[in-house]
T-cell receptor
Framework: ELKVEQNPLFLSMQEGKNYTIYCNYSTTSDRLYWYRQDPGKSLESLFVLLSNGAVKQEGRLMASLDTKARLSTLHITAAVHDLSATYFCAVDFFNAGGTSYGKLTFGQGTILTVHP | KAGVTQTPRYLIKTRGQQVTLSCSPISGHRSVSWYQQTPGQGLQFLFEYFSETQRNKGNFPGRFSGRQFSNSRSEMNVSTLELGDSALYLC??????????????FGPGTRLTVL
């Protein structure tokens, strides 16, 4: 069974602190996505990581991908209240035929709360 | 460029009824995927359509069905609604759904409540 696991599932941070969210997946994949979801809202694409060693940064968020370890990280630097949201990682799994046809498998989500 | 649109945004139904949700993808996107999001099960893949053909299907009962039209718009239908079908239904579009072109952009979702 294909699995994507995030940890921690709940993260309470103080403003100004740094922290990392981890995303492990169980089967070979060479692309990983990070999404943000605000309460009652849809998913907003944050990062697309397409190859081993890929690193992308946007503001206070930085994502990386290690395909050999089947691990992606989302690092938060100097957190601010506006970053409070639920963060999901998602993976494309490809079968021997080379495609998963539009299916993303999501982690459970990490609920991030940033306190003043 | 307009994003993915979904209608209706909110829906209240009773058990046993059926419901149809609609999704219009980003212009030029031909792959439409549907997901169900619930607090207990998280985000789960329902099915994907491309060029009016269902290419992939998740582990949902046959009460869940869908279709895609020639303009890439998609609908999903849930028959004989159950309380457990209460969820946020998200539609996502991508260019082709094929490897390398599977970055998905999500619509605002339809919140379905079954009473």
């Amino acid at each position: 069974e294909l699995k994507v696991e995030q940890n921690p599932l709940f993260l309470s941070m103080q403003e100004g602190k740094n922290y990392t969210i981890y995303c492990n997946y169980s089967t070979t994949s060479d692309r990983l996505y990070w999404y943000r979801q605000d309460p009652g809202k849809s998913l907003e694409s944050l990062f697309v990581l397409l190859s081993n060693g890929a690193v992308k940064q946007e503001g206070r968020l930085m994502a990386s991908l290690d395909t050999k370890a089947r691990l992606s990280t989302l690092h938060i630097t100097a957190a601010v209240h506006d970053l409070s949201a639920t963060y999901f990682c998602a993976v494309d799994f490809f079968n021997a035929g080379g495609t998963s046809y539009g299916k993303l498998t999501f982690g459970q989500g990490t609920i991030l709360t940033v306190h003043p | 460029k307009a994003g993915v649109t979904q209608t209706p945004r909110y829906l209240i139904k009773t058990r046993g009824q059926q419901v149809t949700l609609s999704c219009s993808p980003i212009s030029g996107h031909r792959s439409v995927s549907w997901y169900q999001q619930t607090p207990g099960q998280g985000l789960q893949f329902l099915f994907e359509y491309f060029s009016e053909t269902q290419r992939n299907k998740g582990n949902f009962p046959g009460r869940f069905s869908g279709r895609q039209f020639s303009n890439s718009r998609s609908e999903m239908n849930v028959s004989t609604l159950e309380l457990g079908d209460s969820a946020l239904y998200l539609c996502a579009s991508s260019f082709t759904g094929w490897r390398g072109h599977n970055e998905q952009f999500f619509g605002p979702g339809t919140r379905l409540t079954v009473l």
